[in-house]
């Protein structure tokens, strides 16, 4: 049997990470990248180089009637997600979806008949649900370790620069040509901080509170505070900024009766009750190994669709927000010259240290600058009641 062929929509931007993967799988004989689709020039990267016998398209249909490819990976613009995906399945190819899959419920429900209609196979590219540490952390929660869990928080302190917001037309808009779009620190860059923790405590949300504030003349949140309150009364806090103080890289923390646990998502360190430090646990399933694993021997998948549908009953929430709120200028230190211009919120990376540890919003902290939440309750059909 040939290896299968692999097409990818948007070759470059975070594309090129899915060129790297892709580079050694072709390398080991099991993937060949048959085309390559972008609406731009398609970027040079040494250490992905694009191999003899890929087509280049800039028209995603042009290269499923040329290519018939078996799996498609999408990595294009959220907002553009919708129809490439349902075109590529009803193609009859199966498909890893980078996140957000979609930007709403409507178009999620669109998304779901569309897989069921064709029976393909579609993953969200929720790359960190695969790992190691995170499977032994659900492990020891499981094996009551932690003793009953009675909250999970999540914090991340990172920095971006002005130049960020310049990366690409959707970068740092709620809407793009008049189509919805959804950039900002819980929608992208930090989605992953509480698809874990939604990943860990259950998917069925009840209740969103959220506030969302920006330091920069951008249309949507750097900073923001939401929690997220499941059917069982367990409340999940996300605390996170792209204008931090010393970076805290990301941390999921999950608070039993019987311990604590953190998982540094990104550098898959946990530490368990009883452990004195962080230990790395590696391995990492890639979500394209698993697909095609799913593809040939019926391996479940990692991220389907259907796990992301609470993430994005949120993400709904996020969307119908009013704009966050701008701090004031007094609140905030510079660094850099511009486009490397970076602000940093003063005092951030303690108000989101004691918001986690206290399941807290930023309002209930006596934060000076915090505005009251947006507070949501959802409906049945995602809570599943
Ligand atoms: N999983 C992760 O950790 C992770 C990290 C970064 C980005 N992402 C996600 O990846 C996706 C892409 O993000 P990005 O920052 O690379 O975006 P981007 O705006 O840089 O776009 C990526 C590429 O897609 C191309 N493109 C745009 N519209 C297209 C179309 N209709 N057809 C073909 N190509 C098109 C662009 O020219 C660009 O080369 C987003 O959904 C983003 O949230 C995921």
Redesign the pocket.
């Known amino acids: 049997m040939s290896e299968p062929r692999v097409a990818l ?9 899915h060129r790297r993967q892709i580079a050694p799988m072709q390398e080991a004989g099991r993937v060949r990248l048959a085309g390559l ?4 020039p ?2 040079a990267a040494p250490d992905a180089p694009v191999p003899e016998g890929t087509e280049l398209f ?3 249909r042009e290269m499923l009637r040329a290519v018939r490819p078996d799996v498609v990976v ?5 907002q ?2 919708l129809p ?1 995906a349902t075109d590529a399945l009803r193609a009859g190819a199966d498909v890893l979806l ?3 899959p979609v930007l709403s419920l409507d178009e999620h429900r669109a998304l779901s008949d569309v897989v069921d209609e064709t029976g393909r196979a579609l993953q969200v ?4 649900l695969g790992s190691a540490a995170l499977a032994e952390l659900m492990g020891a929660i499981a094996d009551g370790r932690l003793g009953v869990v009675t909250g999970v928080a999540a914090v991340a302190s990172w920095h971006r620069a002005d130049s960020y917001y310049q ?5 740092g808009k709620r809407t793009v040509d008049g189509h919805p779009s959804l950039d900002g620190a819980l ?3 930090l ?2 901080a509480w698809m874990q923790c939604l990943a860990i405590a259950g998917l069925a949300p009840s209740t969103v509170e959220l506030e969302r504030y920006r330091c920069r003349d951008i249309e949507v949140d750097d900073t923001a505070c939401l929690r997220i309150t499941l059917e069982s009364g367990l409340p999940i806090l996300v605390a996170v900024t792209l204008c931090g103080e010393e970076k805290i890289e990301g941390e999921v923390i999950v608070y039993g009766t019987g311990g604590t646990a953190v998982l540094e998502y990104p550098t898959d360190r946990l530490r368990l009750p009883g452990d004195s430090e962080f230990r790395e646990v590696p391995g990492r399933t890639s979500l394209l190994e698993n697909l095609l694993a799913h593809r040939e021997k019926g391996e479940p998948l990692i991220a389907p669709l259907a796990r992301t549908k609470p993430f994005t009953a949120v993400l709904d929430v996020l969307h119908a927000a009013p704009q966050p709120t701008r701090l004031t200028d007094d609140l905030l230190s510079e660094s850099g010259v511009a486009p490397e211009r970076f602000l940093t919120i003063k005092g951030i990376n303690a108000v989101l240290r004691q918001a986690t540890e206290r399941l807290a919003l930023f309002s209930e902290l006596a934060v000076p600058w915090a505005e009251q939440p947006l507070r949501v309750a959802l409906n049945e059909e995602v809570t599943g009641a």
Not at 74 to 78: E, M
Not at 167 to 171: K, M, V
């Open positions: 929509v948007g070759a470059s931007g975070h594309g090129l990470w689709v972008d609406v731009r398609i970027e800039t028209d995603h999408i990595c294009t613009p959220p553009t997600h490439i980078e996140k957000p590219g929720f790359q960190a990366r690409s037309p959707w970068a929608a992208n860059p989605a992953h």
